[in-house]
């Protein structure tokens, strides 16, 4: 079943793949345009992301173990572990951009940059999670491409430390174990083909979320 998972997972991969504009802030960020100001809002953002979605990954995983699906409850709860970890890693970021505890409290989210973590948790109350799992794998992709670039560009252009960049970095490099998890989450209840459309769905409305977080961000 892994065979016919990791088919599923590289056929919605790039079917998903966003286009070359499609986050209009990282070119920015990469040519060192970007203000510190704007920076600062993407961490403040993901301050507000990381902690819905670490919820909404947990509920998943209970909503996995109450099915007695191990593979799912597995995947979920790793994605809730690396939440955990991002957060500690994301003071060092927001510290680096000046921002600081009143800073957070002060912040207003945006609606535009917070789509995506209520798209994820709307599917952790209502999508199946053999389902959602697919859909957030191909997500990640994009995510990880992302990162990558911002680590490097956050070194090159702005002087940030390893520290620093070290929320980014968590996402950035290969993650076999996860691979692993999430192959054996989608074989164990993507069956169908409506299965695949219906995760196909789930991710194609979490690659608009996740550009429009960029994008709104770039209009700062």
Request: proline share 5%; net charge negative; aromatic share 8%.
């Amino acid at each position: 079943m892994t065979g016919k998972a990791r088919e599923l997972v590289e056929g919605i991969t790039a079917e998903l793949a966003p286009a070359e504009d499609a986050n209009r802030l990282l070119p920015r960020i990469t040519a060192g345009t970007a203000p510190l100001t704007t920076l600062a809002a993407l961490g403040l953002e993901e301050h507000h992301t990381i902690g819905s979605d670490l919820r909404a990954f947990s509920l998943l995983a209970d909503r996995a173990a109450g099915a007695a699906n191990s593979a799912c409850e597995e995947f979920f709860g790793a994605l809730a572990d690396g939440e955990r970890l991002a957060q500690e890693r994301l003071g060092a970021y927001l510290d680096a951009c000046g921002v600081g505890a009143d800073d957070i409290g002060r912040y207003e989210p945006l609606p535009g940059c917070q789509t995506y973590p209520a798209g994820v948790a709307w599917l952790a109350l209502n999508g199946e999670p053999p389902l959602v799992a697919l859909a957030l794998t191909a997500n990640f992709a994009a995510w990880g491409g992302y990162c990558a670039t911002l680590a490097e560009a956050l070194r090159a252009k702005y002087g940030f430390s390893d520290e620093a960049c070290g929320f980014f970095d968590l996402f950035a490099g290969p993650a076999p174990d996860l691979e692993r998890q999430a192959l054996a989450a989608v074989a164990s209840g993507v069956r169908t083909p409506a299965d695949a459309a219906l995760a196909g769905r789930y991710g194609r409305l979490l690659q608009t979320y996740e550009s429009s977080f960029w994008n709104t961000l770039a209009e700062l």
